[in-house]
């Protein structure tokens, strides 16, 4: 596909995606949305390719949803339209993508971060859901999201005040689970996903859904939940592959089967 709004580079089995509206602060319009899930869509369909990394500028990840695009909107059209609804395919990505944050992460930067799998943060990262100084609220589930990886406290006092965490603060909060210099954040966020990729590809799909049938399940169905496609593993080649490997002290030859 040819892509407006995004630089798509493979390095190896992984895939980079670079957000590029520089004028704009990475705003997410609607050609952003189709840029990403395009991608997304390709990403995932290509068995050459085993992990994504999102990335932004230096200065922002991405400043939010687009304000002059949705300025004049109303109630009608925004609710007819369903419009930022379509950001929750974003989610159904099954391979891993992780979210490289640098500068900005604000509004809907911030919510589409906590959309992929993990964060890694430069130590420039500010995240923040300022949606109540514009007189409305996160809408791609910034207020679900962020409350389940912060907390209430944290996340209360961030969606009332619009109170930016640095990296620092989102590193302890549990917002992201690395903070890097800036100037190693694309490398090491390549670096991460180019080992997750080289995982056995059926145990990274179900590691993925396990993790996050923790967000929708009570404990016992979790744990049900996760018994369940471990026991499926022991059903591929990957786990006899990689059991063997383990005692004959080599490492494994993977075939995703
Ligand atoms: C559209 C944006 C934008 C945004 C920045 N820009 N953020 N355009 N939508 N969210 C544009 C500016 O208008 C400006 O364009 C250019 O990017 C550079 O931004 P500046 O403000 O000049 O940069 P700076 O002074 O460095 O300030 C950076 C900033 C500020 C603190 C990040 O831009 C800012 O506060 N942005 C808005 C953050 C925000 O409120 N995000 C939440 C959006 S609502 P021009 O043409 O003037 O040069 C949201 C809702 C999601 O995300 C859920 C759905 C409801």
Not at 32 to 55: K, N, P, S, Y
Not at 117 to 129: S, V
Not at 172 to 200: F, H, N
Request: proline share 4%; with cysteine; hydrophobic share 45%.
């Amino acid at each position: 596909p040819d892509y407006q709004t995004l630089l798509v580079e493979k390095r190896g089995r992984v895939t980079l995606i670079t957000l590029n509206r520089p004028q704009a602060l990475n705003a997410l319009n609607a050609q952003v949305l189709d840029d990403l899930l395009a991608a997304l869509a390709v990403f995932d369909a290509d068995e050459g390719q085993g992990c994504a990394v999102l990335t932004g500028s230096d200065k922002a990840f991405a400043a939010g949803a687009d304000i002059k695009e949705m300025a004049d909107m109303g109630f009608a059209a925004m609710y007819g339209t369903n419009h930022f609804a379509g950001w929750e395919r974003f989610t159904q990505t099954r391979k891993p993508v992780i979210a490289a944050v640098a500068g900005y992460a604000l509004g809907g930067g911030c919510e589409v971060a906590m959309m992929c799998d993990f964060i890694l943060a430069a130590d420039t990262a500010k995240f923040g859901q300022p949606e109540i100084k514009l007189g409305v609220s996160p809408g791609m589930g910034g207020s679900q999201r962020l409350t389940r990886a912060v907390g209430k406290a944290k996340a209360m006092e961030m969606v009332l005040t619009g109170r930016m965490m640095d990296a620092a603060e989102a590193e302890r909060a549990g917002l992201v689970s690395r903070v890097i210099p800036a100037a190693d954040l694309v490398d090491e966020a390549v670096k991460v996903a180019t080992a997750i990729a080289a995982m056995p590809p059926l145990a990274v799909l179900a590691n993925k859904e396990m993790v996050n049938a923790a967000f929708e399940t009570n404990l016992t169905q979790g744990v049900q939940f996760e018994r369940r496609l471990f026991n499926g593993l022991f059903a591929t080649q990957d786990q006899k592959e990689g059991m063997a490997a383990f005692v004959e002290k080599r490492p494994g030859n993977w075939t995703g089967k």
